[in-house]
């Protein structure tokens, strides 16, 4: 059957519940490198949802950090967030069979994070559902990360369906804007446990 309908995930907080563990790497890192971490608090509000460099030059442009240690604060979080994804990253069944059954529905399914390539693809893998999507977009596929709309539109103009027939599914607010602005129907949760068959379906408009 040839599928018209198009879904798209974000990863974090949505397909993985690997949100903290993004978190606590980039602190772990900033505080070997600068002596500093970010609060729960300002991670949920200014910097959940965005990429580890966008995260690192606006911490930089408050003077919080010094520039010159951004790379290394960068590198170090990437080695931090491998290590946590091997430790803790399992197969997620409900994920398998919830792509497996939209697909019988007729949809296409992808993926587009603000990860790397590298970390977006071994969370996958060890959820199980790697190799079940159609299309995987990250931030290194784009110009521009979320909140801009890019990599949904790239996906979307791939596939050459009406946006009217495209849902993504997102939970940070950064993520949201992203979505709601590329026009696409937008279904919004809270974390990665509420992204079932049953769950999703039932937010469809």
């Not at 690192?56 to 994804?85: D, F, G, P």
């Not at 994070?113 to 977009?137: C, F, P, Q, W, Y």
Request: net charge positive.
């Amino acid at each position: 059957m040839k599928r018209k309908k198009l879904i798209i995930f974000d990863l974090d907080g949505v397909l993985v519940e690997a949100c903290e563990w993004h978190r606590i790497a980039l602190n772990e890192a900033l505080r070997e490198v600068c002596d500093y971490e970010i609060s729960k608090k300002d991670h949920e509000e200014t910097f959940n949802g965005i990429p580890t460099r966008v995260k690192l030059k606006i911490l930089s442009e408050k003077n919080i950090i010094k520039s010159e240690c951004c790379e290394s604060v960068y590198r170090l979080k990437q080695e931090k967030t491998v290590s946590i994804i091997e430790k803790n990253a399992n197969q997620r069944i409900e994920k398998m069979q919830l792509i497996d059954r939209l697909k019988s529905d007729g949809f296409i399914v992808a993926c587009f994070t603000n990860s790397i390539r590298k970390t977006a693809e071994m969370m996958l893998k060890k959820t199980g559902v790697l190799d079940k999507l159609d299309m995987l977009v990250t931030n290194q596929d784009v110009k521009k990360p979320k909140p801009s709309p890019e990599g949904y539109n790239k996906i979307v103009d791939y596939y050459k369906i009406d946006k009217e027939n495209v849902y993504i599914v997102e939970d940070s607010p950064k993520g949201v804007e992203s979505a709601k602005k590329s026009l696409c129907k937008v279904i919004v949760v809270k974390n990665s446990y509420e992204v079932d068959y049953n769950s999703i379906k039932e937010k469809m408009i």
